[in-house]
């Protein structure tokens, strides 16, 4: 009834006015499973047609990232133009329903952590990135994480919609939390390489791999485990599935821990990822 209504509403309209209406009423059943007001659904109501290439993204890792995951912003300040360019594609192309699932976690990833970069270098030099959040003059906004500082499509998003409004609400992978880098040294390594759907399985694998056998971000032994706080924050994440901390951490770590193995967790080291 409602549907009849608006249309005798609008049967004035041009022919042309009502076909275009028509087709966007279809397009917006085909929409992905988001809320209507929120702001991945409108971000991704704005479909591209193909998948974003990453590879100019690719070159700049290469560039400004070192092997160990460390950043040379002093150097991507004074050599930005590339990676707006980038920034500007990401803004302009947000993932497709019709992309493959690698496809759209791809591009989500390397989009946190570049925009995390912009993020640091619109506020550098800074020892931290919390310490922006004392500089964010937004009301109710405290962190750097929920300021909304780019666009997706035509939606103001903040690093919170990518991470927990998108990635974990959507593809149900633990693995991004190996990942998402927030800049600061206790973060999984920074990968000097952009995600691409054709890798991507094998690269989140990797940084599984590489987080925790990396005795500066967790210490694990049979007895006992020094875990970093991401199996405490994300403790929920971990366990779906029928999968636990446990079980995870055994997938990736040499050194093997059981149920009964007494965890702690090592506290987090908010320093700069810089070279």
Known sequence: MALMTNFMKITRLPAVALLALGLTTLTAFRTPAFSSHSPEHKALASH????VDHSA??????????????????????????????????????????WSKHEQMAYWINAYNAYTMRLVLDHYPVQSIKDIGSKIKIPFVTTPWAAKFFSIGSTKMSLDNIEHG?????????????????????????RNEAY????????????GHDFLNNPAKNKISQDAAQLSKYFDWYKGDWSNNSQSVVSWVNKYSTAKMSNSTKVTYLDYNWNLNEQ
């Open 196 to 207: 691409t759907a054709d890798k991507l399985e094998r690269q989140l694998d990797d940084q």
């Open 166 to 190: 998108t990635l974990r609400k959507k593809y149900n992978d633990p693995r991004i939390h190996f990942a998402l880098v927030c800049a600061s040294i206790s973060c999984p390594r920074l």
């Open 57 to 98: 993204y690719d070159r700049l890792l290469k560039k400004y990232v070192n092997e160990k995951g460390l950043v040379n912003y002093k150097g991507l300040m004074a050599d930005q133009k590339d990676f707006n360019r980038y920034l500007d594609l990401l803004s302009k192309n947000p993932p497709a329903a019709s």
């Open 48 to 51: 591209a047609a193909t998948a």
